[in-house]
């Protein structure tokens, strides 16, 4: 089984010979892998705008801006693991502008902007296990066999805001009062080896599924 998870995500070794590892008493030929895959960025914007004038003193402003860019994470070795990132940015904010006199006006604007960033692991399977882990055999000289190891995780940012700016112009003065407030919920998700990390020294003692010789640790909770 082992072996079957192994050829499935790996790919082909080319020709040239580097070498070979000793597995149960027998030599196995081993080459260079060379990785390289696609990358891509894509990313789509929105902006809307609207002024109304409610009367004489009274104007009201809106604006919405979006941004959402999808792009690859690509920081598994192997090209089987790599993912979608996505990513989101709004903001809304409606604005109030009304003047109590020639000399004085007041600007009310209440504000909401988020921003969204989830790091996805691929639905592959690793058989007996729960989630596909992160294994390294140091005698492939093979960096990591799974998906990006900082992965799953992901931020949320949502701010809430609450401005108040008043202005009064007295003679060759201009005093200006405000009160800016602003609520800040932060969701976030990450625990380090959440899917498990685990290192033999040897590809002899990960086909035999030998306890990991350098480093077995999976958290939990």
Request: charged residues 20%; aromatic residues 14%; proline residues 7%.
């Given at each position: ?7 499935q995500f790996m790919p082909a ?209």
């Amino acid at each position: 089984n082992n072996l079957n998870t192994l050829k499935q995500f790996m790919p082909a070794a080319p020709a040239n010979d580097r070498g070979s590892v000793s597995v149960a008493g027998r030599d196995i030929p081993i080459g260079t892998f060379p990785i390289s895959g696609a990358y891509y960025s894509n990313q789509y914007s929105a902006v809307a705008s609207v002024d109304y004038n409610l009367s004489d003193r009274d104007q009201l402003r809106g604006r919405y801006v979006q941004n959402k860019n999808d792009s690859l994470d690509d920081l598994a070795n192997l090209p089987s693991f790599w993912t979608t990132l996505p990513q989101r940015y709004y903001l809304v904010s409606l604005a109030e502008f009304h003047n109590f006199t020639p000399n004085v006006t007041n600007e009310l604007r209440l504000a909401y902007n988020r921003f969204n960033q989830t790091y996805v692991v691929p639905p592959a399977k690793f058989p007996g296990l729960d989630a596909f882990p992160n294994l390294t055999i140091d005698e492939l000289n093979f960096a990591n066999i799974g998906p990006d190891p900082n992965a799953p995780q992901y931020t949320i940012q949502n701010t809430y805001q609450l401005v108040e700016n008043i202005s009064w112009t007295k003679g060759a003065h201009n005093f200006k009062f405000g009160y800016d407030g602003r609520d800040s919920v932060s969701p976030q998700h990450f625990i380090q080896r959440e899917r498990g990390d685990y290192e033999w020294s040897t590809l002899e003692g990960y086909l035999q599924d030998q306890v990991p010789d350098t480093f077995a640790e999976r958290n939990v909770g």
